[in-house]
C-alpha cells in the first residue's frame, strides 16, 4: 500500500478523535461554560449536522482544485475549527469551533476515499478504502480514550489542541507524500451531479442510512443499557466503547479485503450477521459476557460494510465520483441520527433499554432488502454493472479523470487514453 494512503490515515484518525471525544468531556465543557449538560449536547448535535451540510458543501466548492490541494485546505479548516474550540471564551464560540470542524468531515472522507481508490490497482480499491478508515475506527481505540483521559486529568482546552496537532501532522502528511493528482478532465459539477441519478447510486447510499443506523441505534444508549440491564458498573462503560472500536478496526479490515473479491456477498453476510446479532442481544445483554461479546460484534458486522459501500458508490458514479463519495458519508451520519432518535422513542415508550436493538434488527433487515433489490436489478437485461476500473467510461487508476466511452459525434474514433 502507499504511503499517502498513511497521511490520509492520519488526517482521518484525528476526525475520528475529535468526532466522538466530546461524548466522555460534556460534564467537563458544560461546567465551565455554565451550560446544562443537554445544552453541551449540542456540540455533538452540531457537528454531526455540519457533516451533513459540509460534505456536499466542501466537495462542490473543490471541484476546481485539485485533489490533493483540497485536502490540504479541509486538513487547514480542521485544524482551525479544533483551534477555536480549544481558546473559546463562551459557549457559542465552541459551537461555531464544532461545526468548522465537521465541514471538513464529510469531504476529508469522500475525497479521501476517491484518491485511496486512485493509488491502487483496480483489484485493491476496497483494501485501499478501508486503510484509510483505519484511521477513524483506531481513533475510538486509541484516540478518543486517551483525549477523554488527557481533558478530564488536565483539562478539556488541551485535548483540542493535541487533535488540532494531529491535524497539522495529517496536513503534513497530505502535502509530502500524496500525489497532486490533477482534476479529472472535462469532469463539470452537472457530471458529479447526474451521479444522483443512477439508482444503484441512491442505493446504496440507503444501504448506508440503514445499515450503519442498526449499528447506532444500539450503540447511542450502551451506557445505560449495560449499567441498568447488564449490570456492568458505570466505569466499565470506557472499555466496553474500546471494544465496540476494536470490532470496528477488525471489520474495516476484514471488509475492505473481501470486498475487493465478492463485494455483495460481503454486505449480504454483513447486513445479515448485524441484524442477527442485534435480535440476538435484546435477550442476551442480561448476560455480561453475551453482552461484551455482542457489542464487538456489532462493531465489526457494522463497519464491514462501510469499504464495500463506499466502494460501490464509487463504481456506480461513472467518471465522476466525488461528490456521490462525499455524500455517502454524510449519510452515515444521518443514519446515525435517525437511528438515535427512533431508540429514544421506543425507550421513551417504555419499551425499555433493550428495546432499540430490535430497532437497529429492524433497520439492517431493511439495508439487507435493498442489497438484494439492488443485485436483482443489476441483473436483469439491460440492467447496470459496474464499470470496469480501467475500460472506457471508467475512472483512470490514478484519478486523474475518466476515460472517454467514445468520441463526440462528427470526430474520429480514438484509442483510449492508457491508465495505471
Known amino acids: ?71 490540504m485546505l479541509l486538513m487547514g479548516l480542521f485544524i482551525a475549527g479544533n483551534v477555536l474550540s480549544a481558546v473559546a471564551p463562551v459557549f457559542g464560540v465552541m459551537l461555531v469551533g464544532r461545526v468548522v470542524a465537521s465541514l471538513a468531515h464529510g469531504a476529508f472522507f469522500g475525497i479521501g476515499s476517491v484518491v485511496a481508490a486512485g493509488l491502487v ?43 488540532a496537532a494531529l491535524g497539522v501532522l495529517g496536513l503534513a502528511g497530505i502535502a509530502k507524500l500524496v500525489p497532486d493528482l490533477p ?87 454483513a447486513l445479515g450477521g448485524l441484524a442477527v446479532v442485534l435480535a ?31 466502494k460501490r458508490v464509487l463504481d456506480h458514479a461513472h467518471g465522476a465520483p466525488t461528490l456521490a463519495s462525499a455524500v455517502n458519508i454524510g449519510a452515515f451520519n444521518a443514519g446515525n441520527a435517525l437511528a438515535a432518535w427512533l431508540g429514544g422513542l421506543v425507550i421513551s415508550a417504555g419499551a425499555g433499554y433493550t428495546a432499540p436493538n430490535w430497532v437497529g434488527a429492524a433497520l439492517a433487515v431493511a439495508a439487507l432488502a435493498l442489497a438484494l433489490v439492488s443485485s436483482v436489478l443489476e441483473r436483469r437485461p439491460g440492467g447496470e454493472e459496474p464499470p470496469a476500473a480501467a475500460g472506457p467510461g471508467a475512472p483512470d487508476e490514478r484519478g486523474a479523470g475518466a476515460v472517454p466511452a467514445g468520441p463526440p459525434s462528427g470526430e474520429p474514433e480514438t484509442a483510449p487514453a492508457p491508465t495505471g
Open 280 to 310: 440476538l442481544f435484546t435477550v442476551g445483554a442480561h448476560d455480561r459476557a453475551a453482552a461484551a461479546v455482542a457489542v464487538f460484534l456489532i462493531g465489526a458486522l457494522g463497519f464491514a460494510t462501510v469499504p464495500p459501500l463506499q
Open 1 to 71: 500500500m502507499p504511503l499517502a494512503l498513511l497521511a490520509l490515515a492520519i488526517g482521518a484518525f484525528g476526525i475520528g478523535t475529535t468526532e466522538f471525544v466530546v461524548m466522555g468531556l460534556l460534564p467537563d465543557i458544560a461546567g465551565d461554560f455554565g451550560v446544562s449538560v443537554p445544552t453541551a449536547g449540542f456540540l455533538v448535535t452540531g457537528y454531526a449536522l455540519g457533516v451533513m451540510l459540509g460534505a456536499p458543501l466542501m466537495t462542490v466548492l473543490g471541484t476546481k482544485i485539485s485533489r490533493r490541494r483540497m485536502l
Open 121 to 163: 490497482a483496480p483489484e485493491k480499491k476496497a483494501g485501499a478504502i478501508s486503510m484509510m478508515f483505519t484511521g477513524l475506527t483506531v481513533a475510538n481505540v486509541v484516540g478518543v480514550p486517551l483525549g477523554t483521559l488527557v481533558g478530564q486529568h488536565t483539562s478539556w482546552r488541551v485535548t483540542f489542541l493535541i487533535v
Open 183 to 269: 482534476r479529472p478532465q472535462g469532469v463539470r459539477l452537472r457530471h458529479e451531479v447526474a451521479a444522483f441519478r443512477n439508482v444503484q447510486v441512491l442505493l446504496a447510499m440507503g444501504m448506508t442510512v440503514l445499515g450503519f443506523g442498526g449499528v447506532f441505534a444500539a450503540v447511542t444508549y450502551i451506557a445505560p443499557m449495560m449499567t441498568h440491564v447488564a449490570g456492568y458498573a458505570e466505569s466499565s462503560v470506557t472499555w466496553l466503547l474500546v471494544l465496540f472500536g476494536l470490532g470496528m478496526v477488525v471489520g474495516n479490515l476484514v471488509g475492505g479485503r473481501f470486498a475487493d473479491r465478492r463485494l455483495m456477498p460481503m454486505l449480504y453476510t
